[in-house]
């Protein structure tokens, strides 16, 4: 079997490893680097429980990608997103809102929601669904997911000015 | 392991296209080019093709341009993905048809993945953007040992998954000419669900001269082997007045030039039947009446 030493860049941190070649980002991630908050849903990229970031504003479907792809590039995963064992502005109002059933998709709408609102800070209504095509959930009806995405909006307006703890509580 | 394991293959990785074209002389029919890889790595397609190497783009940065040349058309690189046809403000603006397509196409992230050339070398005639520059016309660079070569769309796919191009190839640009201030274009598909693949698509560039249409190209996919053009539906549009009559014949003239099949997306029947309807659609977006 061919195999390479890999580099991969996950959450800031380097990650070395030799892998088959033939490793998909989202295999890297889960069975080399022991990183499981990624999901295998589909392996077909039409459910996004894979997205992850490439550097910081690109979502990507991790199950369609290849690992040696993804070298030299900034990866973030969900597990990224907490600083200092905070949780994230879009964690706290994905929790907030109710917008977690079972959670197997809450990886990837997180993701994606991060990818969201870097390119576009205040998406309306219409933008945030169209930027959730691509993450399907079976069980919230995505009502609460839309609402989260909106008041992680809007928490990220506001920590920007409370710069001190308490962020959204 | 989380997922399905991908068969087993070695890589290439050519830093010039002249490279890369060595090593695909060299392993000649044993080497499929990667790009996007939202269709070539899937499970079932990959399997079928079984690539002993797959040759990466990732050292070829220099295919990644997408520019609009006022008087020759638009050029596209490559590595181009859909989502930069979305963000060059001349794609909305001069070629509709192909920017209607880049904004229906799948997902956000596979839109993030996939690129314009890797849709026109599947050769599916469910291919939106595809379609679109069938419609528009144009041109596919491939770039060999002997040189360079330009194939026309129109002669670009020959079936099912099969095109043109030699497997000494490699596909380095796709050329869209230059439209006029009369130009009309535009492209509409159907879906089972969104993120699905188009059960019918078409698309359509005029040359209008007021009401009249001068010259038409319509494109029309998922109703054969591969994307075709309806050459006697065009005819009847030519010199014509775009009128509700004209409409009408247009709709059953397509539903007569097609050869849909019934597959997993759609029957025979229904297929004829929408082909006229979004004909009719399309032409009356192009133009502005609908
Ligand atoms: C969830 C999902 C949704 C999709 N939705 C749509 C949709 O709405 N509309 C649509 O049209 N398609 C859709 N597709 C199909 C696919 O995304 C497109 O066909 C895409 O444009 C392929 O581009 P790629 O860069 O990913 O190509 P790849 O998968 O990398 O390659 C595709 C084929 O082209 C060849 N190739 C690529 N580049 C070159 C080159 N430079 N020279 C020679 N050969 C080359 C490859 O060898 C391969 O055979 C979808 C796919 C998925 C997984
Ligand atoms: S697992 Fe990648 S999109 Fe479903
Ligand atoms: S919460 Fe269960 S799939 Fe979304």
């Keep these: ?169 | 392991m989380s997922s399905r394991v991908l068969p087993q293959f070695d890589l290439l990785t050519p830093q010039s296209i002249p490279e890369a074209v060595a090593m695909l002389s060299q392993h000649q029919g044993q080497v499929s080019v990667l790009a996007g890889g939202t269709d070539m790595l899937l499970w079932n397609y990959i399997r079928k093709v079984k690539p002993t190497y797959l040759l990466r783009l990732s050292g070829l940065d220099e295919l990644d341009y997408l520019n609009y040349i006022p008087g020759e058309g638009l050029i596209i690189g490559a590595k181009v993905k859909i989502v930069q046809l979305l963000e060059h403000p001349d794609v909305a603006e001069k070629f509709p048809a192909l920017y209607q397509a880049a904004s229906t196409f799948a997902t956000p992230q596979i839109r993030n993945m996939a690129t314009v050339m890797g849709n026109v070398l599947r050769g599916s005639p469910a291919g939106d953007c595809s379609c679109a520059i069938l419609a528009l016309g144009g041109q596919v660079v491939l770039q060999g040992p002997q040189g360079e070569r330009l194939v026309g769309i129109d002669d670009f796919w020959v079936a099912y998954g099969v095109t043109e191009r030699k497997n000494d190839e490699l596909a380095v640009e796709l050329r869209i000419p230059e439209p006029t201030s009369t130009t009309r274009s535009a492209f509409i598909r159907m879906t089972r669900v969104h993120e699905d693949l188009a059960k019918i698509n078409v698309a359509v560039c005029l040359e209008m001269k007021q009401n009249t249409c001068q010259r038409a190209r319509i494109a029309m996919g998922c109703v054969g082997p591969i994307l075709v053009r309806l050459k006697q539906t065009e005819k009847l549009l030519e010199g014509q007045q775009i009128t509700g009559e004209l409409l009408e014949q247009l709709a059953a003239s397509a539903q007569e030039e097609i050869a849909p099949i019934d597959d997993q997306r759609s029957t025979e029947e229904y297929r004829r039947q929408v082909a006229g309807v979004i004909l009719r659609r399309v032409i009356e977006k192009a133009v502005g009446t609908h």
């Design chain 1, 1 to 169: 079997m061919k195999t390479k030493i890999m580099t991969l860049c996950v959450n800031g941190r380097d990650h070395r490893f030799e892998a088959p070649v033939n490793r998909t980002l989202l295999q890297a991630l889960r069975d080399d680097l022991k990183l499981t908050e990624t999901k295998y849903g589909c392996g077909t990229g039409e459910c996004g429980g894979c997205t992850v970031l490439m550097d910081g504003k690109e979502s990507i479907c991790s199950c369609l990608t290849l690992a040696v792809e993804a070298e030299g590039r900034h990866i973030t995963t969900v597990g990224g997103m907490t600083r200092d064992g905070e949780l994230h502005p879009i964690q706290i109002a994905f929790i907030e809102e109710g917008a977690i059933q079972c959670g197997y998709c809450t990886p990837g709408m997180i993701m994606k929601t991060a990818s969201i609102l870097a390119n576009n800070p205040h998406p309306s209504e219409d933008e945030i669904r169209e930027g959730l095509e691509g993450n399907i959930c079976r069980c919230t009806g995505y009502e609460k997911i839309v609402l989260a995405v909106q008041r992680a909006s809007q928490m990220l307006d506001n920590s920007q000015i409370q710069k001190s703890g308490g962020m959204g509580q």
